[in-house]
């Protein structure tokens, strides 16, 4: 087997061959004969026979050759099914299809119709009915308006994820119809835990809409994921407890406060006490876009953050803390406008949790100390993923020193590190110094990660041919075994220091040169000669 080569299962294969035949074989007598048999239950033929994993996994094999087609779909819907996505099918799917689904697939505890805006909000209601498993729908851009999260919210109590994203037609009291029951007078979906509507703004009153949001957060005490543009207007409130609007809510409604008031008690571990927390405690786990300004209060509503995406400010104006999310594992930090915020600036803040971290991202920030970026990340050894687009500004101070020493032979331990991306941006030709330790950082850091999959360098000046000469140098055991995807676009390197890369053991399935201006296209053609002479499978993009 050549270095880094694949074998494909024996069902993958299989599947393989039904996709290529699907039309020819399978589809031909169905078509035929009960093309138009909407209601029948079962079908005798290969299909029910595979499991349901199997069965979805054809589903995409097809949808994502666009070699699926409704006679085909309608073979594929199976009653033994406990998970269906017809994500990538939406365009097959209509009020019809839909039907078929209701009919057929009553196991469903997972069902993802993303996409599928040809089925009217009836048919959705009416398929939702019918599913009192499901504990995951996923209804993003469909039709969904008031009719279907009524439904949702009278029949599916066992669900624990829903995305309506980029649903046009919810509204403010559609939005309540979902977690309250004003016919039986009962508050809904309590099993809820993520709940996703990004891209839905608000119709007519926003100060509704934003009552709205409140009014769900405290409905569904166990939510641990809420996704709107509006989130910190709705939280910014409870924060502020005002909990009595005076248009809101409609008839029939119970106040916000009401609604506050049967939360029940969260539990406090430190103390092994029951207690109802003032300024209404938050279960949320995940927070995305929360403004700096905002880290600290309304931060506090959340102390069991896990994760959280924090904007920064074009000046740090106060003082905030990270300590206050004692369980923090992923977190991003980004300003949204033109990097203002310097790196340096953030490391006292990372450090008291850094040990836990296992994701963190750094986006549009300032690189000025050679040093900075090494120490933060030899102060997050648990790091999983690691992603930053830094930029080094001019002028970047650098003290003239004696000859430039050895890069260090000790690596930089990160040893669970799946995903490392680092993105440069150069204001101005480096100084030595920097350019030096910033290949030494890279070394250390790709000598301590032996599980690491995908590895992105772009923009690096830092002389990548010797980086990995040195890297694939070290003893055993051998470095970067797993590595499936390498980006160094508009680095510096040359043919010999990608030839490194496709010579070792490792796992590589695509390998991106685009704009790396040592790379001509003769060394592209000796790049791909050794991929073939290998036989690897190794995707190439050069330009």
Same mark, same amino acid.
């Given at each position: 087997?050549?270095?880094?080569?694949?074998?494909?299962?024996?069902?993958?294969?299989?599947?393989?061959?039904?996709?290529?035949?699907?039309?020819?074989?399978?589809?031909?007598?169905?078509?035929?004969? =009960?093309?138009?048999?909407?209601?029948?239950?079962?079908?005798? +033929?290969?299909?029910?026979?595979?499991?349901?994993?199997?069965?979805?996994?054809?589903?995409?094999?097809?949808?994502?050759?666009?070699?699926?087609?409704?006679? /085909?779909?309608?073979?594929?819907?199976?009653?033994?099914?406990?998970?269906?996505?017809?994500?990538?099918?939406?365009?097959?799917?209509?009020?019809?299809?839909?039907?078929?689904?209701?009919?057929?697939?009553?196991?469903?505890?997972?069902?993802?119709?993303?996409?599928?805006? *040809?089925?009217?909000?009836?048919?959705?209601?009416?398929?939702?009915?019918?599913?009192?498993?499901?504990?995951?729908?996923?209804?993003?851009?469909?039709?969904?308006?008031? %009719?279907?999260?009524?439904?949702?919210?009278?029949?599916?109590?066992?669900?624990?994820?829903?995305?309506? @994203?980029?649903?046009?037609?919810?509204?403010? @009291? #559609?939005? $309540?119809? $979902?977690?309250?029951?004003?016919?039986?007078?009962?508050?809904?979906?309590?099993?809820?835990?993520?709940?996703?509507?990004?891209?839905?703004?608000?119709?007519?009153?926003?100060?509704?809409?934003?009552?709205?949001?409140?009014?769900?957060?405290?409905?569904?005490?166990?939510?641990?994921?809420?996704?709107?543009?509006?989130?910190?207007?709705?939280?910014?409130?409870?924060?502020?407890?005002?909990?009595?609007?005076?248009?809101?809510?409609?008839?029939?409604?119970?106040?916000?406060?009401?609604?506050?008031?049967? &939360?029940?008690?969260?539990?406090?571990?430190?103390?092994?006490?029951?207690?109802?927390?003032?300024?209404?405690?938050?279960?949320?786990?995940?927070?995305?876009?929360?403004?700096?300004?905002?880290? #600290?209060?309304?931060?506090?509503?959340?102390?069991?953050?896990?994760?959280?995406?924090?904007?920064?400010?074009?000046?740090?104006?106060? #003082?905030? @803390?990270?300590?206050?999310?004692? =369980?923090?594992?992923?977190?991003?930090?980004?300003?949204?406008?033109?990097?203002?915020?310097?790196?340096?600036?953030? $490391?006292?803040?990372?450090?008291?949790?850094?040990?836990?971290? *296992?994701? %963190?991202?750094?986006? =549009?920030?300032?690189?000025?100390?050679?040093?900075?970026?090494?120490?933060?990340?030899?102060?997050?050894?648990?790091?999983?993923?690691?992603?930053?687009?830094?930029? !080094?500004?001019?002028?970047?101070?650098?003290?003239?020193?004696?000859?430039?020493?050895?890069?260090? /032979?000790?690596?930089?331990?990160?040893?669970?590190?799946?995903?490392?991306?680092?993105?440069?941006?150069?204001?101005?030709? %480096?100084?030595?110094?920097?350019?030096?330790?910033?290949?030494?950082?890279?070394?250390?850091?790709?000598?301590?990660?032996?599980?690491?999959?995908?590895?992105?360098?772009? /923009?690096?000046?830092?002389?990548?041919?010797?980086?990995?000469?040195?890297?694939?140098? #070290?003893?055993?055991?051998?470095?970067?075994?797993?590595? &499936?995807? !390498?980006?160094?676009?508009?680095?510096?390197?040359?043919?010999? +220091? !990608?030839?490194?890369?496709?010579?070792?053991?490792?796992?590589?399935?695509?390998?991106?040169?685009?704009?790396?201006?040592?790379?001509?296209?003769?060394?592209?053609?000796?790049?791909?000669?050794?991929?073939?002479?290998?036989? &690897?499978?190794?995707?190439?993009?050069?330009?």
């Amino acid at each position: 087997m050549p270095p880094g080569g694949d074998v494909e299962t024996l069902s993958s294969l299989c599947l393989q061959n039904i996709a290529e035949n699907m039309q020819s074989v399978w589809m031909s007598d169905y078509t035929d004969k =009960n093309m138009e048999e909407y209601n029948f239950l079962y079908i005798e +033929g290969p299909f029910n026979q595979l499991t349901g994993p199997l069965v979805q996994q054809l589903i995409r094999l097809l949808g994502d050759s666009h070699k699926l087609t409704k006679a /085909g779909l309608h073979l594929l819907l199976q009653p033994h099914l406990t998970e269906l996505s017809l994500r990538p099918c939406a365009g097959l799917v209509n009020k019809a299809m839909v039907q078929l689904v209701t009919v057929r697939c009553k196991l469903l505890t997972s069902l993802d119709l993303h996409s599928c805006n *040809r089925v009217p909000a009836a048919s959705l209601a009416s398929l939702v009915e019918h599913l009192p498993r499901l504990q995951k729908l996923y209804l993003s851009d469909t039709q969904s308006d008031s %009719l279907v999260l009524a439904a949702i919210g009278s029949f599916c109590q066992r669900l624990r994820e829903l995305d309506l @994203s980029r649903c046009k037609k919810i509204s403010a @009291s #559609s939005l $309540l119809t $979902l977690v309250y029951d004003v016919k039986n007078g009962r508050f809904c979906c309590q099993a809820l835990r993520v709940l996703l509507l990004q891209d839905v703004m608000p119709h007519g009153n926003p100060e509704q809409w934003v009552h709205a949001i409140c009014f769900v957060l405290l409905a569904l005490p166990y939510l641990e994921q809420f996704a709107n543009p509006s989130m910190a207007d709705a939280m910014r409130l409870l924060y502020l407890g005002k909990l009595s609007p005076s248009d809101f809510p409609p008839e029939n409604f119970p106040s916000l406060s009401e609604v506050a008031k049967t &939360r029940p008690a969260l539990e406090d571990k430190k103390e092994n006490t029951r207690t109802r927390v003032q300024n209404h405690m938050l279960h949320l786990k995940k927070l995305e876009d929360l403004d700096e300004d905002d880290a #600290s209060t309304l931060g506090s509503l959340c102390q069991r953050l896990e994760e959280v995406a924090i904007a920064l400010r074009s000046q740090n104006e106060g #003082s905030w @803390s990270l300590v206050q999310w004692p =369980n923090l594992t992923h977190l991003i930090l980004h300003c949204p406008e033109c990097p203002q915020r310097r790196l340096e600036e953030i $490391l006292t803040t990372i450090h008291p949790i850094s040990k836990n971290l *296992r994701l %963190l991202s750094l986006q =549009n920030l300032l690189w000025c100390h050679e040093e900075s970026l090494s120490t933060l990340v030899t102060w997050c050894p648990n790091l999983q993923s690691f992603q930053s687009h830094l930029t !080094v500004p001019r002028h970047t101070a650098s003290h003239n020193g004696p000859e430039l020493p050895p890069w260090p /032979g000790d690596p930089l331990l990160l040893p669970h590190l799946h995903t490392f991306n680092l993105l440069l941006e150069v204001e101005d030709v %480096l100084h030595p110094n920097f350019v030096h330790k910033l290949g030494g950082f890279l070394v250390a850091v790709l000598k301590g990660c032996p599980k690491l999959e995908s590895l992105s360098l772009c /923009g690096i000046p830092a002389p990548l041919d010797g980086v990995f000469e040195v890297v694939y140098g #070290s003893h055993q055991p051998e470095p970067l075994q797993g590595l &499936r995807e !390498v980006s160094l676009c508009s680095s510096n390197i040359t043919q010999w +220091g !990608v030839s490194l890369i496709l010579r070792a053991k490792n796992n590589l399935k695509t390998l991106d040169l685009s704009h790396c201006k040592d790379v001509m296209c003769r060394d592209y053609h000796k790049l791909q000669k050794m991929v073939r002479q290998d036989k &690897r499978s190794v995707s190439i993009t050069w330009q």
